[in-house]
């Protein structure tokens, strides 16, 4: 949230100045960390049920790799890494004042997300023409449902991510103030985080 | 830091907070970015889904007062819903169901966090405004279109959705058994955007306590009101997800053929039960916390006396917020789940009275010795105190599992939960609207009038709730169409009429605090401000305040209940009021 | 409009109702104590001209004593209501000598599965009646508990027995009548339209009684 023309010389890296310490750390930061809680409560619902039906009911499961492709899952999430990896890097460059270097951290994020949201898309289409769909049962209820609001995670962050881009382009962010990066990059890890969880339990066990 | 709410540059550090306002109209009061107007946004909007909740539950009381007979006015009804005025069974499905979800999600909900959330937060820390001013105006304005959708559920073919507030499945998730479809799935669509704007409010809420208290508000200084809010939001932002989670299952279930809680595939219907409650318990302290926290400032005002153990209440607050994680079994007590399951939530369930009893004890401790002034504000507390012990005490009685086997689903819970919500969170909130109405509004709602509503509402509601005990007692079910199938119910049929009467002269009562609220907008006494002469931060500011709230940062020096304090002669001492080096702010600690 | 519970009979009432009467003296205890002790304070401390409240923030003892009282309270009814759950619900509490039914839940009537003269389930003089219970004074029955369609609940208020019927989960429910008499069973769980006329009538009657009604049902059967 960058303004022109503040009246005062103030941090807006630092919590907001006269006020009762709080948690130590600027406003909009403290609030993506406190948000990135729900989201922990609204995968761990889905996730919990997706271990309570599997293990009461083991038999509607295929082993891996029968019916999902893990091959080519497992390059998608290592890709996904690697938008972290390169986030990491934006928010490294304009640390530095690098703005150049944010630019171009944050287009190589932006591409690599978008391609994992691709494969992703390729591969629901792939399912579903073998004929794997969310209604054959208790393992495409749960592999869809886990997945599908993932994948609308980082849809969402790739479009905030794109906006932050854009921003970049704009000069709105620089060594003093790059709040929009490292708060969209807190997201863009949690998602990260999530898929990890996810490709572990739903594609290797 | 230098913040640009539309045209209204606001500055901070030692600097003026307030400058003038030159916003547009739809900038100041429709999409307003002001915690104040989304407060009184929220209030606009919750009153009015109070009023539809309550005239829902006119039409179930004349249809159990009076089953089978032609409703007064009924022919307004569509063939569908009441042919002839006499409500059909499956309109009396939905009646029961929309009158919990309206008042639950639509009324109690928004009007505690949301208006007072919003209204105080910000005021009782001396901050200008949320954290996020805008995220705040979204929060809102999504919550209108979740509104929407919920009323639109009455308008669609197979009527609303039918399978209690509680929507258990596989009831809520086949249309073939519930006779309901669109219904079922507006219902949770409504549900899943009002969650949204739950969550955002709840992340709003808790950046701006952590982060923006004015200076020498400690955590240990805060107004109890404030601890409440902050622990109820951690509440709603983790409780809502979950409901989020399991909805959308549900509406998988209804619309892709999904199997999360259909036995046919290996789904589980009590899974969902699990996964309701877990969010569910949660969400019944999100609707007593505040109220439990409001009361708190008002009876120590009206008692002229500080709250009564203000550390323990604290810890009281901590430990119900903890502890209501860990009780969601004992809504599931007869599910068929293990009965060693139940053993355990009957014991975590028996624990977390003692931080409610504590609380009775302490407002009790308030008022011993003190000084107490019966506004009106004062009189609904002090109704709640009593109503919510009536509340908390029933629930004994179902937290042990034998006895439960008896009232489980019976009358006797229906009054439980009427005593909590009603007795103990819609008197608070009277109390709140009431005392907090001249800083919104500039003017004093009429004391005699509210005495009148204050007076009648409390006989009725005893009326109609405290007899709803003995028929569960006596083994009367909940949500049935008509009690007089069951010949052992036969002989309490005059208890369901004379609830059903009280329960219409109470909600008549009602129109004298909507008459009362809306005259007084235009025509109450002129508010000063302070009018309770309150110890909190949003009375040292003009009723109503202007934008941005404080000219200078206050800076706060004491406790929030510091009344009849010796080193002043007034029976009160604002947190903000500067001493003479010589007098210490508060006694110490006793 | 008494706090009195209607008149029970099965072998749960004694532990059901005790435990509701201990509760009921101690929550009215505390219940007369806190409403006396509000309008008391309301009296007595009400302001008046010249008076000023205490300047009093607490006192750590009276708080740990009155919590103190309330958990040793709680506990205990926890521990006394635990023993009871268990004998009542505990899985492996049902008599060996009870009579199997089968009480299959739809919407909106009971079928329930007699086991005939053999005293067995599953062979062939196995007979079905719609919404009745015919039960033997003194005989414990263990019913299995399933449902069709939604989730139902066999609940007979006069023997104090609640049981979800859940789709997809057999449950057993056990219980003893000990007077003979008709009593109702009701649906206690929203199960769709008709739930509220979801109603079964319980007959319990004699030995005698009861072999004579079985030996009525075999015979219009077999005709």
């Not at chain 2, 259909?262 to 916390?289: D, K, N, R, T």
């Not at chain 2, 909600?507 to 109450?524: E, H, P, R």
Request: net charge neutral.
């Amino acid at each position: 949230m960058a303004h022109a023309g503040a009246l005062h010389d103030e941090d807006v890296m630092l919590p907001p100045p006269g006020r009762e310490p709080g948690a130590g750390v600027y406003n909009e930061k403290l609030g993506m960390w406190v948000f990135l809680g729900s989201e922990i409560m609204f995968f761990t619902a889905l996730i919990g049920t997706y271990i309570i039906l599997r293990v009461a009911h083991p038999t509607a499961w295929k082993a891996p790799g029968e019916v999902l492709a893990v091959p080519i899952t497992a390059i998608n999430t290592f890709l996904l890494i690697c938008s972290s990896v390169t986030m990491v890097k934006a928010f490294a460059a304009v640390q530095d004042g690098n703005l150049s270097g944010l630019r171009k951290w944050l287009i190589a994020t932006v591409l690599i997300g978008s391609t994992f949201v691709g494969v992703q898309v390729y591969e629901y289409r792939h399912l579903i023409e073998k004929g794997f769909v969310p209604s054959e049962g208790l393992y495409g209820s749960t592999f869809y449902t886990m997945t599908g609001f993932h994948g609308f995670h980082v849809t969402i962050g790739v479009i905030c991510l794109i906006f932050v881009t854009w921003r970049a382009f704009q000069g709105r962010y620089s060594a003093k103030d790059y709040r929009g990066v490292e708060v969209i990059g807190l997201y863009w890890h949690f998602v990260d985080l999530v898929w990890i969880i996810l490709f572990t339990i739903v594609y290797l066990i | 830091m230098a913040t640009t709410i539309g045209h209204v540059e606001e500055v901070t550090l030692g600097g003026a907070e307030v400058h003038a306002d030159t916003r547009s109209f739809v900038r100041k009061y429709i999409f307003s970015t002001d915690h104040k107007i989304i407060g009184i946004q929220f209030l606009i909007m919750s009153l009015i889904f109070l009023l539809l909740g309550g005239v829902l539950a006119m039409v179930i009381r004349w249809q159990l007062g009076f089953p089978k007979q032609p409703m007064p006015m009924g022919g307004v009804l569509p063939e569908t819903m009441a042919p002839g005025g006499v409500v059909l069974p499956e309109f009396y499905n939905s009646l029961v169901t929309m009158h919990g979800t309206f008042m639950v999600f639509f009324a109690i909900m928004p009007l505690l966090v949301g208006v007072f959330g919003n209204y105080l937060i910000p005021l009782k820390i001396g901050a200008p405004d949320m954290a996020f001013p805008r995220i705040n105006m979204a929060s809102f304005w999504i919550a209108v279109p979740a509104g929407f959708l919920m009323l639109a559920g009455f308008f669609v073919e197979g009527g609303h959705a039918a399978a209690g507030w509680t929507s258990y499945a596989p009831l809520s998730e086949r249309a073939d058994l519930s006779g309901v479809s669109m219904g079922q799935i507006l219902w949770c669509i409504s549900l899943i955007v009002l969650g949204l704007s739950s969550i955002l409010g709840s992340f709003n809420y808790i950046t701006t306590i952590i982060n923006m208290r004015a200076p020498g508000m400690w955590w240990f200084r805060l107004p109890l009101s404030i601890w409440s809010l902050f622990v109820t939001a951690i509440l709603v932002l983790l409780a809502m997800p979950i409901l989020s989670g399991a909805i959308i299952m549900l509406l998988f279930d209804q619309t892709i053929g999904t199997h999360f809680f259909g036995p046919a595939q290996g789904g589980q219907p009590l899974l969902w039960q699990h996964l309701f409650w877990f969010f569910g318990h949660p969400e019944v302290y999100i609707l007593i916390l505040p109220a439990m926290g409001m009361a708190s400032d008002i009876i120590a005002n009206g008692a002229r006396k500080p709250i009564f153990g203000y550390t323990s209440m604290v810890l009281a607050i901590l430990g119900i917020g903890v502890l209501g994680w860990g009780v969601w079994g004992h809504h599931m007590f007869m599910s068929g789940m293990n009965p060693t399951l139940g053993t355990q939530f009957m014991i975590s369930t028996m624990l977390i009275a003692v931080p409610s009893a504590i609380k009775v004890f302490n407002w009790l401790g308030t008022m011993w010795m003190g000084n107490i002034r019966f506004h009106v504000p004062m009189l609904h507390a002090m109704a709640f105190v009593s109503m919510f012990t009536i509340g908390g005490l029933s629930g004994i009685f179902m937290a042990a599992t034998p006895v439960d086997i008896y009232i489980h689903y019976t009358y006797f819970i229906v009054a439980h939960l009427h005593y909590v919500l009603f007795g103990g969170s819609l008197f608070a909130i009277f109390a709140a609207v009431t005392f907090w109405y001249p800083k919104m509004f500039g003017r004093m709602m009429s004391p005699f009038w509210g005495r009148v509503h204050f007076f009648l509402t409390f006989i009725f509601y005893n009326l109609v709730f405290f007899p709803m005990h003995n028929l569960g007692l006596h083994g009367h079910m909940r949500r049935i169409y008509d009690p007089t199938q069951y010949d052992f119910l036969k002989p309490v049929q005059p208890i369901n009429e004379l609830i059903s009467i009280s329960a219409f002269l109470l909600f008549a009562t009602q129109l004298i605090f909507a008459v009362n609220f809306i005259v007084s907008w235009f025509k109450g006494a002129k508010a000063p401000e302070n009018p309770w002469e309150d110890n909190g931060l949003e009375w040292t500011v003009p009723s109503p305040p202007p934008h941005g709230n404080f000219v200078t940062v206050p800076q706060v020096y004491r406790a929030p209940y510091e009344y009849s304090s010796p080193f002043v002669t007034e029976d009160f001492l604002p947190q903000n009021r500067e001493l003479p080096e010589a007098a210490p702010s508060a006694a110490p600690h006793s | 409009m008494s706090w009195l519970l209607p008149h029970g009979a099965s072998t749960f009432v004694g532990e059901i109702d005790w435990l509701y009467y201990l509760i009921l003296w101690i929550t009215g205890i505390a219940f007369v104590l806190v409403q006396v002790l509000l309008v008391w304070f309301m009296i007595r401390y009400r302001a008046r001209p010249g008076r000023k409240a205490t300047y009093y923030h607490g006192n750590t003892r009276f708080e740990i004593i009155w919590t103190t009282v309330t958990a040793v309270v709680v506990v205990i009814i926890g521990v006394l209501s635990a023993g009871r759950w268990n004998r009542i619900k505990g899985r492996d509490k049902v008599p060996a000598n009870a009579t199997p039914l089968v009480v299959h839940a739809k919407q909106f009537e009971w079928l329930v599965t007699y086991p005939g003269a053999d005293g067995a389930l599953g062979s062939a003089d196995d007979f079905q009646v719609r919404s009745q219970l015919h039960l033997v004074v003194g005989q414990p029955v263990s019913v299995l508990l399933t449902s069709e369609d939604a989730i139902h609940s066999f609940f007979i208020p006069a023997f104090r027995i609640k049981q979800d019927a859940v789709p997809g989960m057999n449950i057993r429910v056990w219980f003893q009548p000990t007077e003979v008499g008709e009593y109702e069973l009701g649906c206690a769980e929203l199960c769709g339209l008709g739930h509220y006329r979801m109603r079964a009538t319980v007959t319990v009657h004699s030995r005698e009684d009861f072999d004579r009604w079985a030996r009525d049902r075999a015979a219009r059967a077999a005709n």
